[in-house]
């Protein structure tokens, strides 16, 4: 893939750093504005090239995420969900040559949509849910996460509507989706890198010069986390989950 950096303006830079700010805050806690990166991405890039410019970014902020947050994952749930997911990607490969990607996303968006409304409900009950009594949860979201972050990258709104229906604690919720992601996103690496061919040694040197503003947002997260009640925490992750599922439908 070319990648001609001279190329962009003065504005679009400034929306690709704050991109890279934005995803570092999404994988250290603030659920839902990795989302929103993909599409401005798609505009910036094109929606192919822009998954894999995207990947290697996620992978970085995933692996700062899980330094910090390594003792705070619920693997239960991750064991859960893994084979799923894993399962999503060749499905996804399957869809990629019979659905334009922008259906997909819509479908997804969709399917999250009908769910929220279960999930809210849930909330309101206020106990932390046992997953067991929910067997066919594990399979759904993993295998639409599965399928969403492969082909665009936007397994963020499925997994934190999975998550939030979960009732994790806020710091077990952002353990439990850092290592969820590492996992998937260096699974993905692989496949993108030898199967699209849309990551090179120029997206990743693209890649590297985002990284100060993925640290920024990674403190950002941490902090926003450490600081902002449980309530509120949730109260945040459902409206960026909203806000991300709805900018899908772009």
């Not at 619920?74 to 799923?84: A, D, E």
């Not at 993108?192 to 849309?198: A, F, K, R, S, Y």
Request: with cysteine.
């Amino acid at each position: 893939m070319q990648l001609d950096l001279t190329s962009l303006t003065t504005f679009e830079w400034i929306w690709v750093l704050l991109c890279g700010l934005m995803i570092g805050m999404s994988k250290s806690g603030v659920n839902g504005l990795g989302t929103l990166v993909v599409p401005v991405f798609a505009v910036i890039f094109g929606a192919r090239p822009s998954t894999g410019l995207l990947l290697p970014m996620l992978c970085m902020a995933d692996i700062m995420a899980v330094a910090y947050y390594r003792r705070s994952a619920r693997w239960k749930h991750i064991w859960r969900l893994l084979p799923w997911a894993v399962a999503g990607f060749g499905a996804a490969l399957l869809v990629d040559h019979l659905v334009p990607s922008r259906y997909f996303r819509i479908l997804i968006a969709i399917s999250i949509l009908i769910g929220l409304p279960l999930m809210i409900w849930k909330e309101k009950k206020g106990a932390e849910v046992d997953a067991s009594a929910h067997p066919w949860m594990a399979p759904l979201f993993g295998l639409l996460g599965g399928m969403a972050t492969m082909i665009g990258n936007a397994a963020g709104p499925i997994m934190s509507v999975y998550l939030l229906f979960m009732r994790l604690p806020k710091q077990n919720f952002v353990g439990t989706a850092a290592w969820f992601f590492l996992i998937v996103n260096l699974l993905k690496l692989p496949l993108q890198w030898l199967v699209w061919d849309n990551i090179t040694m120029e997206t990743l040197r693209f890649n590297f010069m985002l990284f100060p503003a993925i640290v920024l947002g990674i403190l950002a997260g941490i902090w926003l986390v450490r600081y902002v009640s449980e309530r509120n925490y949730r109260n945040l992750v459902l409206l960026l989950t909203l806000i991300s599922t709805l900018m899908l439908f772009f």
